[in-house]
């Protein structure tokens, strides 16, 4: 079943390169209102909880200390099709693959940093926001 939510989070290599401005007002002009958002930063202990799903897989460490080594921006996203029109808008994991003009082809340095996380599934976007934000929260 499809939802109109989706989960994002602008991740510390774009954050750190000045791009967060950038990447949301993109995100804006695709047609997705911002229901909640902030700014914040994951310890290792929660980017691990956050992960954890990728916890046997041989990039779960490196994954854990990048993304605990900055600021990120997490946020909900409305929009019909929310995930659906999301991943298209970020384009493909690595940036080499990703179609010109998508967030990952233009702020993305590689597959480890590829500048934006979004939700791969109308489940897994409802628990990453819950993760990140309260329902009191979501304002939409």
């Known amino acids: ?82 995930v659906k029109d999301f991943r298209k808008l970020i384009g493909a994991t690595n940036p080499a693959d990703a179609k010109p003009g998508t967030i990952r082809a233009l702020y993305a340095k590689s597959i480890g940093e590829n500048a934006v996380h979004g939700a791969d599934s109308n489940k897994n976007a409802a628990i990453e926001g819950s993760f990140h934000f309260s329902a009191v929260e979501m304002v939409g």
């Open 1 to 82: 079943m499809a939802t109109n939510r989706t989960f994002t989070m602008i991740k510390p290599d774009a954050v750190a390169a000045g791009h967060a401005g950038a990447i949301l007002k993109q995100i804006q002009e695709a047609g997705f209102k911002i229901i909640a958002m902030k700014l914040t930063k994951l310890s290792p202990e929660k980017a691990g909880e956050f992960y954890a799903v990728h916890k046997e897989r041989p990039f779960y460490g490196e994954l854990v200390a990048f993304m605990s080594s900055g600021p990120i921006v997490a946020a909900v996203l409305e929009k019909e099709k929310a």
